[in-house]
């Protein structure tokens, strides 16, 4: 088991803050809870109503650090993240789209000059738990599209179903009763007797109810055994934060895969964040209420530069 001590990294509008923040009072949210009490029951019935979310710290005084970011509350939303630890592609990431709702200067005993601040959802989105694509901050000194990405794991909830058979065809045809899948989800196939075998990670096209294919040629079919197991989520969101660049403009990307091999990666639909150019900083949050991201993800950096800083994260639905 892995304990976490709370240090991590802060980045807020494309700037890192990190170093100015004297202590993270909270970083959370959930449904609001509507309560009931329906005249069958003695107690209350709580139901979960409309998502939230708030982020709040106690920062320094520094006039080129934090300061230059918070100093003018906003009044449009602003893209905040807190990587836990951040100092490896798949740690947590806490990730809020709000409103700077304080500045609010103290003057302590010790004549240490200390802000409030406090930022609460907004525009709809809500607090996400979600984990960090990149290292904390990653340096490109020009275009890179490699790894394997991070692990996103099974999604919670979602029950593996048996398999029925697989056709002797190019490509198979899998058999399972109400598999529940849709075309381009990530799968995970266990147990199954074929030849060549298709057990392992693939992406499926779904031709009915209770069948679907993958793209391999069997040559000798399998009966009814094995599971088929749903590896990808059904809806996402990712957070960029863009902290500098040198030359003329970096493109940040979201990619996903339905395994952990660099060659098998490509551009996740609606993943391209807006292009910063050089000397700006940018941060941006992208949304697909209901697309499919696959089990494996990374980050591509297109464009002309010669050193582009940024941190990205994603958090794929459960279920």
Known sequence: ???????????????????????????????????????????????????????????????????????????????????????????????????????????????????????????????????????????????????????????????????????????TTVTSVAHGLQTGDSILIAGHSSTPTINGAHTVTVTGNDTFTIPVNVSSGGGAAGTVQRTSRRGWSAQNQVFSVAGTSVTVTVQDSHEAVAGSFANLTGGAFTAVNAGSVG?????????????????KTTGTFSSAVFASGVYGKPG
Request: net charge negative; glycine share 12%; with cysteine.
């Open 1 to 171: 088991m892995t304990v976490y001590n709370g240090q991590g990294l802060l980045f807020s509008g494309g700037y890192d803050v990190s170093a100015d923040i004297a202590a993270l009072s909270g970083a959370g949210g959930g449904p609001n809870l509507i309560d009931t009490s329906p005249l069958s029951l003695p107690g209350m019935r709580r139901f979960a109503g409309r998502f939230d979310g708030r982020l709040s710290a106690s920062v320094l005084c520094n006039p080129t650090g934090a300061h230059i970011p918070f100093d003018d509350l906003p009044t449009s939303m602003v893209s905040l993240m807190f990587a836990l630890p951040g100092t490896a592609a798949g740690d947590f990431a806490a990730m809020l789209v709000g409103k700077q709702v304080n500045y609010s200067l103290q003057d302590g005993n010790d004549l240490a000059a200390i802000f409030s601040l406090e930022a609460l959802a907004s525009e709809g989105y809500p607090f996400e738990w979600g984990k960090m694509i990149t290292a904390g901050k990653r340096t490109d000194t020009s275009a890179t599209a490699s790894g394997t990405g991070i692990d996103l794991g099974v999604p919670a909830g979602v029950a593996a179903t048996n398999i029925t058979s697989s056709s002797v065809a190019n490509p």
């Open 283 to 299: 941060h941006q949050r992208l949304e697909s209420a209901s697309g499919i991201l696959k089990r494996y993800v990374r980050v």
